[in-house]
């Protein structure tokens, strides 16, 4: 049965850090695109950062040079490291795992979300 478990989210002030986990099992991380979607209070989630099967990275350009998405491949899991947060990072950060690229899509298996609060 294929799970996603996020941690690691939390409340920062605006210019900190935080680094949220995603612990996959049921599949291996290494044979699945991975990604973190965020998803702000009263809008649709979006795409933050993906790594494809064959570690091809992408980013939403408002996180790029910010945010770094990586993974543990023995430890089958899946990071986001955040720095610089603003407050428009504020919402639920979701772990998606998919055997299809279509980054854009609410297909695949999704995590229960990690919340992440932006403020002062």
């Known amino acids: 049965q294929v799970q996603l478990v996020e941690s690691g989210g939390g409340l920062v002030q605006p210019g900190g850090s935080l680094r949220v986990s995603c612990v996959a099992s049921?599949?291996?991380?290494?044979?699945?695109?991975m990604g973190w979607y965020h998803q702000a209070p009263g809008k649709w989630r979006e795409m933050v950062a993906i790594?494809?099967?064959?570690?091809?990275?992408y980013y939403k350009d408002s996180v790029r040079g910010r945010f770094t998405i990586s993974r543990d491949l023995a430890a089958n899991t899946l990071y986001l490291q955040m720095n610089s947060l603003k407050p428009e990072d504020t919402g639920l950060y979701y772990c998606?795992?998919?055997?299809?690229?279509?980054?854009?899509?609410?297909?695949?298996?999704w995590g229960q979300g990690t919340q992440v609060i932006v403020s002062s």
């Open positions: 790594i494809s099967a064959g570690g091809s990275i």
């Open positions: 049921g599949f291996a991380v290494r044979n699945r695109h």
């Open positions: 998606h795992a998919d055997t299809e690229w279509r980054p854009h899509s609410e297909l695949g298996d």
